[in-house]
């Protein structure tokens, strides 16, 4: 099994409907908040989900990653300092990052690799990158603009850099936080600094194969690749504009302004056909058409307030028209219609619970005709969403909420979806919980 899984991840195969997914990265192995596994239970139990089991980890945002029967956790051990979450100013702290590899049938530690790391910036509760997993090595970005590969199967380092020092840029307010990307030989992230928001790394070596684009500050916003008019396109938004480039060269095929409060660019645009999608905090948001023959776009609306739905924290999800996704405003989960970001519903029932909170935050999945959503509270939540309304089959305490946002106990991790399982973190354990039909 663990030989199959490995030939997914190196020769990008697309896993058969009998095969238990990894999900190798953020928002899964196409980075489109899809789980494709079979075999899960249709509803939850009544006495409640069965814990797999629990492990202590330390601080941290990121997301755990699942990948050839292992789990990849980033986290951050404080040595020195106290967490303050003030969002207009920076905190110092003296510690480590560290990235630790389970097993992930049983939650045993097989390896851990850590650095000192001495943090300035504002919630400075660990890393926000969930690692990537490509074949035999693994990738990681620290808060501080660390990137490091390693080796899979020992943790042995193969090589760094270092985005402070090697483009002499300052760390954003909110960290380095854009997970970085993986496509074909090379590795894309958002760095900053003249000419370098976005870089293309050799993936094998480390090696700068090519830079682009200039703006203020680097953002927060994941590089996206998508397909379209005959090529792929290399998505990069910075508080300035959303640009398509070409992934091989760094060519600006085209750049559409989108400006959000607070350079806060965080959220990846998603595609749905013809349409591209990008929202961010102030009620900014636009739809753009892309053309079909060639790399272009054009504007077909720009949001407005009570209308459309503006993500900060988690990606929205585009289906059938609608754009699903947790307002950063309202802190309600929204929909909207795409063709001209008219609101059809909004609930506080799978974010806040069941009152307006800036940033409510609901982390979505869609697996078959439902959801599976982690709220902010650290319930896992299974539900249907429609353009009539938000149906809630289940829910399950999964965790509790170790952060502090707003004056409010928030955990703000997406989980990871594999082995017919969910795997979550809060700032105390990683949690394996076990999803899989009788």
């Known amino acids: 099994m663990r030989f199959l899984v490995l030939l997914v991840l190196v020769s990008g195969m697309v896993p058969s409907v009998g095969m238990a997914d990894d999900w190798p990265g953020w928002l899964g192995p196409r980075r489109d908040s899809v789980w494709r596994e079979t075999g899960l239970l249709e509803r939850f139990p009544e006495e409640g989900l069965s814990v797999k089991w629990r492990v202590p980890v330390q601080l941290g945002y990121a997301g755990p990653a699942v990948a050839a029967g292992k ?16 969002p207009g100013s ?6 480590r990052e560290r990235l630790l590899c389970l097993d992930a049938a049983t939650g045993r530690t097989l390896w851990k690799h850590e650095y000192a790391c001495a943090y300035g910036v504002s919630y400075p509760s660990g890393p926000r990158c969930t690692p ?23 943790g042995k380092l193969l090589w760094s850099r270092n985005f402070t020092e090697d483009y002499e840029v300052e760390t954003p307010i909110w960290g380095f936080a854009a997970h970085p990307l993986v496509d074909g030989d090379y590795l894309y992230c958002v760095v900053g600094g003249e000419g370098s928001v976005a870089v293309a790394f050799d993936k094998r070596d480390g090696r700068e194969v090519w830079r682009a684009l200039s703006a203020g500050e680097p953002g927060y916003c994941p590089p996206t690749m998508i ?39 965080i959220a990846a645009p998603r595609l749905l056909g013809d349409y591209l999608f990008a929202s961010g905090i102030g009620n900014v948001g636009a739809l753009m058409k892309l053309d079909r023959e060639r790399p272009a776009a054009e504007v077909v609306w720009r949001g407005r307030t009570k209308m459309a739905v503006y993500c ?27 063709d001209d970001g008219t609101r059809l519903w909004e609930t506080y029932q799978p974010t806040t619970g069941a009152r307006r909170a800036g940033h409510g935050t609901a982390f979505l999945v869609k697996n078959r005709d439902r959801f599976f959503l982690f709220s902010e509270s650290g319930d896992l939540i299974l539900a249907r969403l429609t353009a009539e309304g938000y149906d809630e089959l ?16 928030v955990v703000w991790s997406h989980p990871a979806f594999a082995h017919r399982a969910m795997f979550a973190r809060n700032d105390q354990e990683l949690v394996c919980v076990n999803l899989a039909a009788e």
Not at 90 to 95: D, H, N, S, T
Not at 134 to 145: A, H, I, K, N
Request: glycine residues 10%; proline residues 5%.
């Open 71 to 86: 789990v990849f956790l980033f986290d951050y051990l404080l040595d020195s300092g106290s967490i303050k979450n003030n």
């Open 90 to 95: 920076r905190v110092k702290l003296q510690g």
């Open 132 to 154: 990537t997993v490509d074949g035999q090595r693994v990738y990681t970005l620290g808060t501080e603009g660390h990137l490091r590969c390693l080796r899979v199967a020992d």
């Open 227 to 265: 397909q379209h008019a005959g090529c792929k396109q290399l998505l990069i938004w910075h508080p300035d504009a959303v640009n398509s480039l070409d992934p091989l060269s760094g060519k600006v095929y085209w750049s559409i302004p989108l400006k959000p409060d607070y350079s806060m660019s």
């Open 312 to 338: 900060a924290n988690s990606t929205p999800f585009l289906e059938d028209g609608v754009i699903y996704g947790a307002d950063c405003r309202s802190g309600a989960l929204v929909a909207a219609r795409i």
């Open 394 to 409: 289940d829910r399950f305490h999964v965790l509790e909420p170790t952060g502090e946002a707003f004056g409010r106990d």
